[in-house]
């Protein structure tokens, strides 16, 4: 079975400081990647996505993440964290199908 | 180009009642995918839609069901609703249902159960 894990149901970080959001995957085989995030009362919109290539993947509003096949993981970063990075970020694999499977979401809190 | 809708936004039903929601892709999308969110249990797959046919299913029992209609609109049903169906229902929609597609997510149905 396919399975996500954040570890971390709540980070904080001050602004400024570097933003690292875990996430591990487990797959029989290497899977597509991505990062979502969602701002209160609105739907999820992707930061980045890994499928093939280049494992040092970069997204929208500074962030990326990077592809470890042998530490199974894609975490995510942001060398500065601004107050509006403050949001619900969710990790997903997806395999064959367009079937995702998402984590539990990491909130993201911004101490000013 | 007009995002991904989801109608009605709120919606607060009483137990063993039906519910509908509706979902619109963005325009040129054929495939359309619901996820139910819990504080608890995050996002989870219901079921995936592509050219009117069901392609996917999650682990849900058979009350939920859905349908997509030519123009790739998707409806999904909640058939006599539980407290734990309480949940963001969120539709979201990509070109062609590829895993390497990206979805693009409506902002979801509050669907309350008392």
């Known amino acids: 079975a396919q399975s996500v894990t954040q570890l971390g149901s709540h980070v904080s970080v001050s602004e400024g400081a570097l933003v690292l959001l875990r996430c591990n995957y487990s797959?029989?085989?290497?899977?597509?990647l991505f990062w979502y995030v969602q701002y209160p009362n609105q739907g999820l919109q992707l930061l980045l996505k890994y499928t093939t290539g280049a494992t040092l993947v970069k997204g929208i509003n500074g962030f990326e993440a990077e592809f470890k096949k042998s530490e199974t993981s894609f975490h995510l970063t942001k060398p500065s964290a601004h107050m509006s990075d403050a949001a619900e970020y969710f990790c997903a694999v997806s395999l064959t199908g367009n079937q995702f499977y998402f984590g539990t979401g990491t909130s993201l809190t911004v101490i000013p | 180009k007009a995002g991904v809708t989801q109608t009605p936004r709120y919606l607060i039903k009483t137990r063993g009642q039906q519910v509908t929601l509706s979902c619109s892709p963005i325009s040129g999308h054929r495939s359309v995918s619901w996820y139910q969110q819990t504080p608890g249990q995050g996002l989870q797959f219901l079921f995936e839609y592509f050219s009117e046919t069901q392609r996917n299913k999650g682990n849900f029992p058979g009350r939920f069901s859905g349908r997509q209609f030519s123009n790739s609109r998707s409806e999904m049903n909640v058939s006599t609703l539980e407290l734990g169906d309480s949940a963001l229902y969120l539709c979201?929609?990509?070109?062609?249902?590829?895993?390497?597609?990206?979805?693009?997510f409506g902002p979801g149905t509050r669907l309350t159960v008392l």
């Open positions: 797959s029989s085989v290497p899977p597509y």
């Open positions: 979201a929609s990509s070109l062609g249902g590829g895993s390497t597609d990206t979805q693009y």
